[in-house]
């Protein structure tokens, strides 16, 4: 066979390896649509064909993209939470709650808050798209004659499970968040007494009270998910669907869980056939500089840079904060590279160059760069991994602080509350990290070489996985259907009832027989008396 032939059928069987499907989208609006979308490019690239739902008020979510086609939903409030005030005066809350850290009043008020939060004006922008969608006759039956092969969503917000289930799709979810909290405390079994609950800020080494802690942390959310997030939707679930489901047995009854999870990042704990841990996907090699960036980054010298970034939405923490970074920055040999929005601090050094976007993954891949100041969203903390570089934890909100403790198990990192921050504080665990004579280096090039060495690269997992399901219409042979349970079977409470039930059973049959037995005993005796 000719050389050319050859390449010619080799390419062809590449090609029809990806029998290209017609894939349904339904993600969650602000930065969990960052990280579906790096799905969406895989996918496509793939040769799938995708539609993306999305909202009229969508902020990140494009109508056009060569990436897919969209069906805009007509809304006049904003899908979710991710508004900039409503999460501005969240994050103040949150401060406020944290300076109390400690007290039953903390504790409460920071419920409380979260509560708002997830139960409130964002919640039923959601719920109304839903509704909205399904209300659309002229809709559903598109959707329906299309012949979609595969839904997939974040179920964070639980409309696209709802919509599935409606038409009846295989279900995958690119999922960390339930309405509940954690998704794997909703699908495998989850021991309290060494997998910490969302919130507690503990390890899975934990104390005699820290585990009546964890126990009630857990409550607090098994509370939210019955009570706060979970009714909303219930009203549809009643409306349009005959069988007896809701959120939570829909989502546990997908087919395949894509986790955003490593385990280099996530303690050990039990887990499923169905979940694949797909954490650090977003992980790519870092590309060259802007040259004002390389010449400020190589005129750093030996020192090496800092990098800092707070995340989107909450760069701006107020001027205090700020002139404390700016002061201990000053007082630094290295260089800093600060995403700053806002005012500029006085105390700035002129070692310090603030930026108000940062190519994040290129600067953190930089061999000059010593230590990554973040606020500990998963994104960064996943490419501070990637890249090997130890972390200052500075958490704001949500899983942040539980995201830092995981880091700071590994030896990786350190954590400063922004609510008690000094510039002693800060500058003595900035210097710590950047100690030579600390593992903080070598332990974080170690976990980065632990997360590299897969047989499969996360990204390319959750494509295989997603055609896996598209091939064989669900994967329900994966899924355990322990959720169908009631709880007292699930706990086998009904047993035990049982087994107690007969063992009190021949306890008093003994008990019976003995006082025959001797009853008949007195009885002789008394009869040979007699
Ligand atoms: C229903 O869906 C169709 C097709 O997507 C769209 O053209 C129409 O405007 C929708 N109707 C309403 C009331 O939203
Ligand atoms: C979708 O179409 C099938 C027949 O093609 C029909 O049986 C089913 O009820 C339709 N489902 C919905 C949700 O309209
Ligand atoms: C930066 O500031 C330090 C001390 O404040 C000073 O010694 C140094 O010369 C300054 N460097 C430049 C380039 O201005």
Known sequence: MSPVLVILLLSASLLSTGDSGKVLVFPVDGSHWLNMKILLEALHSRGHEITVFRSSTSWYISEFSPLYTSITIAQEQPQNIESQEVMTSFLQRSMEIRQNKGTLWAFFQFYRNLFNLFGGAGKKGAVKMVTSIFENETLIRQLNETGYD???????????VLL??????PLVLNVRWIPGGEG????????????????????DKMPFVQRIHNIIFHGMLVYMQYFVSGP????????????????????????????RVDFTFE?????????????????????????DLEEFVQSSGEHGVIVMTLGTLLSDLGPEVSETFASVFASLPQKVLWRHIG???????????????????????????????????TNGIYEAIYHGVPVLGIPLIFDQYDNIIRLKARGVAEIVDVTKMTVDSLKSALK???????????????????????????????????????????????????????????????????????????????????????????????????
Not at 239 to 259: C, E, G, P
Not at 345 to 367: E, F, R, S
């Open 184 to 203: 794997h405390f909703s699908l495998a079994p989850s021991p309290l007494s060494y997998i910490p609950a969302v919130f507690s800020h503990f390890s």
């Open 232 to 259: 909303k939707y219930r009203v549809i679930c009643d409306k349009y669907f005959r069988d007896d489901v809701n959120t939570l047995s829909l989502i546990q009854a997908a087919d395949l869980w894509l986790m």
């Open 343 to 377: 005012k500029q601090p006085a105390a700035l050094g002129n070692n310090t160059m603030l930026v108000k976007w940062l190519p994040q993954n290129d600067i953190l891949g930089h061999p000059k760069t010593k230590v990554f100041i973040t606020h500990g969203g």
């Open 432 to 530: 710590s990290i950047l100690d030579p004579e600390k593992p903080y280096k070598q332990n974080m090039v170690k976990l980065s070489q632990l997360h590299h060495d897969k047989p499969m690269k996360p990204l390319d997992s959750a494509v295989f996985w997603i055609e896996y399901v598209m091939r064989h219409r669900g994967a329900p042979h994966l899924r355990s259907e322990f959720y169908k349970l009631p709880w007292y079977a699930y706990y086998c409470l009904d047993v035990m009832a049982f087994c107690l039930a007969i063992m009190l059973l021949i306890i008093l049959l003994i008990l019976v027989s003995c006082r025959a037995c001797f009853n008949s005993l007195i009885r002789n005796r008394k009869s040979k008396l007699e």
């Open 267 to 291: 303690f050990p704990r039990p887990t499923m056939p169905n979940v694949i841990y797909i954490g650090g996907f977003q992980g790519k090699p870092s590309k060259p500089l802007s040259s």
């Open 150 to 160: 595969l839904f997939l969503t974040d179920p964070a917000f639980p409309g696209g």
């Open 164 to 169: 599935a289930h409606y038409l009846k799709l």
